[in-house]
Structures are given as structure tokens and as C-alpha cells.
């Protein structure tokens, strides 16, 4: 009966789908999550859960009569397909794994808003300092564009001050900001326990082969120093528990400390 009174045109498969993705069913007890979930989709401190009301806003229950109804409401529904979009174009959208199309899709637009994100801050290098910024990531690896015994990743944006004889190793990270104490306990032991200490290696890499830098890159100096920048587009909460003498600012602060003179 709903797919019959549904509009013309849209396949039955497309329709379940949708209806899948957007009806909240009665679970009965509350603190037992369905089948096909775990237990985070259920809590309610959770943000960007599953089963929460902005994610389903179409209400499924059980009348009097035992007959299935669906409540919604209009201005609800394009507020969660607001939502829907928006967490696909931030790349916060979750999924199931399951999902390899969508998740592909995803996982490229990731890289879109890394590589935006990444452009903003070379762009404003570029603009606002005296800093002889490199076009294009470098990398550190064996087939790299500085050569090592193993791969070191990519420093997203190399910068020199040829007058003060610095080197600028930049990570940028196009992140979101943390909104609950999970979200804030998830990205600290992220960050601290993958993404500085692979930064700090990179960094360590550059100190042990200044002299490949400089003549990769025609440094105008032999007391060469290399100092290291975590740019975020959003406050990182490891920022705040950082123990590495590793500087880290989201965007607006590196705009606005005048580090570069």
C-alpha cells in the first residue's frame, strides 16, 4: 500500500531503500539496539547517529488498530535532508561498511575538501607572507621528491624564509569541529597516537637531512632550522594535550598570529 501511494515513476527497490534509510521504527525497549545496529546508535549523547530523529525523521509506529503509520512533517524532512547533505559534503556521513559505492564516493569527496583545504592555506601563504611557498605536496619516500630508506608520507606545504633560513613543514587537515566528549576523546587519541606522531617523524626526517633540502630545493643558506605547523580548519582538541613541541592552530589563529613576520 505505501509503494502503490507513493508517486509515479520511482521503482519499488528505490523506494524501500529510502524508506529504509529514513523511517524510525518502534524498537520496544529503548536500550536495545535493533538489528543491524550497535549500541552507540541508541545513546542519546551520541552526535550524527544513526538512529537519531534528524537522521530518520519519518516516525513508523502501530495504532489501535494494529495498522502501521508514518508521521512526519514537512519542514522536519527538508531540514533532515539539509542535514543529509551536509554531512556528505563535510565528510561526516556515516554509513555501513557495506555501502562500497557510497563509501568510494565519500572517500573522494574527503580528498576534495582535503586538497580545498590545503589550496586555502598555500593561497594564503602565498598572499599574506614573504615566504617562498612549494606548488605541490612533497614527498619523502624512497621514489620521493627528497629521497629516504622508507616512506615518510607527504609534507602538504613547504615553505622557506630564505632570510631567516627556516624551513616550514605545514600539515593541514581539513577536520570537524568536536561537538560532544566522545566526539573530543575520539579525535584526541586520533591524533595523538597517529597523525602528530607521523608529523614529528617527518619533521625528525627533515633535521637528520637538512642538506638535502637545501640543495633540492636551492636554499640560499647552510644553517638551515625546520620548524613544524599543524593547520586545522576547526580546533583540535589535541592542541590543548600536545605533548610534542609541535605548534598546532586552526585556521583562524594562523591567520591572525603573524608566525611569519
Not at 538512529?51 to 525523521?57: A, D, E, F, H
Not at 542535514?83 to 556521513?93: D, I, R, Y
Not at 566528549?181 to 627533515?206: A, C, G, M, T
Request: aromatic share 12%; charged share 25%; hydrophobic share 35%.
Amino acid at each position: 500500500p505505501l509503494i502503490s501511494s507513493l508517486t509515479k515513476g520511482i521503482d519499488e527497490f528505490t523506494i524501500k531503500s529510502y524508506v529504509d534509510l529514513m523511517v524510525l521504527n518502534t524498537r520496544g525497549k529503548i536500550g536495545i539496539p535493533p538489528d543491524g545496529f550497535k549500541a552507540p546508535d541508541i545513546f542519546p549523547w551520541r552526535y550524527n547517529r544513526s538512529l537519531s530523529y534528524l537522521n530518520k525523521p519519518i516516525i513508523k509506529i502501530k495504532n489501535q488498530k494494529g495498522e502501521y503509520v508514518f508521521l512526519w512533517s514537512a519542514r522536519f524532512l527538508k531540514k533532515s535532508s539539509d542535514n543529509l547533505l551536509a554531512n556528505f559534503h563535510n565528510g561526516s556521513l556515516k554509513l555501513d561498511k557495506k555501502s562500497n559505492k557510497i563509501n568510494e564516493l565519500l572517500s573522494k569527496r574527503n580528498n576534495i575538501k582535503g586538497r580545498e583545504f590545503r589550496e586555502k592555506v598555500y593561497s594564503w601563504l602565498k598572499t599574506n607572507t614573504q615566504l617562498r611557498v612549494i606548488p605541490n605536496e612533497v614527498k619523502i619516500g624512497t621514489r620521493g621528491q627528497l629521497i629516504a630508506d622508507k616512506n615518510y608520507g607527504d609534507i602538504d606545504i613547504l615553505a622557506i624564509d630564505e632570510q631567516l633560513g627556516t624551513v616550514y613543514s605545514i600539515e593541514c587537515k581539513n577536520t570537524n569541529q568536536a561537538k560532544t566528549l566522545y566526539d573530543f576523546q575520539r579525535d584526541l587519541k586520533n591524533y595523538k597516537s597517529k597523525q602528530i606522531p607521523k608529523h614529528v617523524s617527518r619533521e625528525k626526517w627533515l633535521i637528520n637531512n637538512i642538506n638535502q633540502v637545501i640543495e633540492k630545493f636551492k636554499i640560499p643558506s647552510s644553517n638551515v632550522s625546520v620548524k613544524s605547523i599543524f593547520v586545522s580548519s576547526h580546533q583540535l582538541p589535541a592542541k590543548f594535550f600536545n605533548e610534542e613541541d609541535l605548534k598546532m592552530y586552526s585556521f583562524a589563529e594562523f591567520q591572525s598570529k603573524r608566525l611569519f613576520g
